[in-house]
């Protein structure tokens, strides 16, 4: 009985020693289960987000610089115009009644003229007959200063009368313009796009959008672009020139194709946030119905789509260093003989499949990218192999419930 237990302690013990070894021995034959991709070159096209508006390239909004009740308006909200057109009259009464008063002071200063003319006439004669008196001594020195100051009197008189007469003219002229701009005409060619102001309401000389200010707004509809905002965070890496795809949310699947034109030097701060105006111009299909106001997302791109060296995102792995966070190595798995080495890479541009590697990697090479599960538990030169297609559907499944 001794003698059998022995011998079962003694088989116990080998067991426990050589179970690891066979097993080991299975798993380095078969070798775990991975899935592997080829380090290739491929198009990659790193993007920003941002949203915003479209707008039309050209618009004006028309606001009166008078005050004065709507006459008529000829034209209507849709119409198309031209420049020079006219589109609506205010009530000139009150600038004509300017001008008549205006062309009354004028005629008031013309007959002055004429008047001051005939005295200095009348005090020039009288001045030179006094000049010939005192040299025959028949007149005393007062009475030809006298006669001296009355002649430089009315030169200095008529000189008043001609700068009244200029200044009535500049007030003629301002209110004739004043008169003028009851009419209002069209600056640009383009389409009615908004006409809030109707007869009989009146149009006041204002920015704000107090009633009356806005009478009415032209665009022009064959020309829209694109007004993004872009964090302060992403801004450094928009350029002008780079390539861009704006969807409009009436046409949410549709890319419409454009190019960054022009960035703001100065933000628009937003609550605690600060964002850069991005504008960009964009080629339109004739038979999208795009308006200015419509919100919009857009992808900009960061790169001109050229192919580089890459591997798909989820092989790279970060490690931080323990000592400084800030501080870190990415590296890859690679499959070398049918073992996992572990290689450090240079990463360079990404985007949400691909990762470029500038360093550590070449043409051809095979990499592990997966499961997530299993790549976190390898080891440098564990034997690997390539999952099954049937296992790598199931392990797909499980690693996105997993997630």
């Known amino acids: 009985m001794k003698f059998n237990k022995k011998w079962l302690a003694a088989g116990v013990v080998l067991a426990v020693i050589a179970l690891p070894i066979i097993i080991g021995k299975s798993k380095g034959d078969s070798g775990l289960e991975v899935d592997i991709s080829d380090v290739s070159s491929q198009e990659i096209r790193p993007t920003i987000l941002a949203s915003g508006v479209l707008a039309y390239r050209t618009e004006v909004n028309l606001t009166s610089e008078l005050v004065a009740k709507v006459r008529s308006i000829e034209v209507e909200e849709g119409d198309i115009v031209k420049a020079g057109q006219l589109l609506m009259r205010l009530d000139p009464e009150t600038y004509r009644n300017a001008i008549d008063r205006e062309e009354a002071s004028k005629r008031q200063s013309e007959i002055s003229i004429q008047r001051q003319r005939v005295t200095l006439q009348l005090k020039a004669t009288q001045f030179e007959r006094s000049k010939k008196m005192l040299a025959a001594k028949m007149i005393d020195l007062n009475r030809f200063d006298e006669d001296k100051n009355q002649f430089e009197l009315a030169q200095v008189e008529l000189k008043s009368s001609e700068e009244a007469l200029r200044r009535a003219n500049a007030v003629l002229s301002e209110a004739r313009e004043q008169m003028g701009k009851t009419d209002i005409r069209a600056p640009i060619s383009g389409k009615i796009v908004s006409l809030p102001i109707k007869v009989g309401e ?31 965070a992403d801004i450094a890496k928009i350029s002008v020139g ?36 991005v504008t960009v111009s964009m080629k339109v299909k004739p038979e999208l119905l795009l308006r200015s106001g419509m919100s919009a997302r857009a992808n900009i791109f960061l790169s001109d789509g050229s192919k580089k060296l890459a591997v798909p995102v989820e092989a790279v792995i970060t490690e931080t260093d323990e000592n400084d966070t800030k501080k870190f190595t990415q590296y890859l798995w690679l499959v070398k003989d049918g073992k996992a080495r572990k290689t450090v890479v240079t990463v360079g541009d990404s985007d949400d499949s691909w990762q470029a590697i500038s360093k550590g990697v070449s043409q051809g090479d095979k990499v592990i990218i997966g499961p997530a599960k299993t790549v976190r538990q390898l080891r440098e030169n ?22």
Do not use: C, W
């Open 202 to 232: 009146t149009a006041i000389p204002s920015t704000s959008s107090l009633a009356g200010a806005q009478l009415m707004k032209i665009a022009d509809t064959s020309d829209i672009q694109a007004e993004l905002k872009v964090d302060e």
């Open 242 to 277: 780079q390539k861009t795809d704006v969807f409009a949310a009436a046409y949410p699947e549709t890319a419409l194709s454009g190019i960054v034109e022009k960035i703001a030097l100065a933000p628009s701060i937003e609550g605690q946030g600060r964002a850069y105006k």
């Open 382 to 403: 564990d034997h690997v192999r390539q999952k099954a297609k049937e296992d790598k559907a199931e392990s797909d499944n499980g690693d996105d419930e997993e997630k």
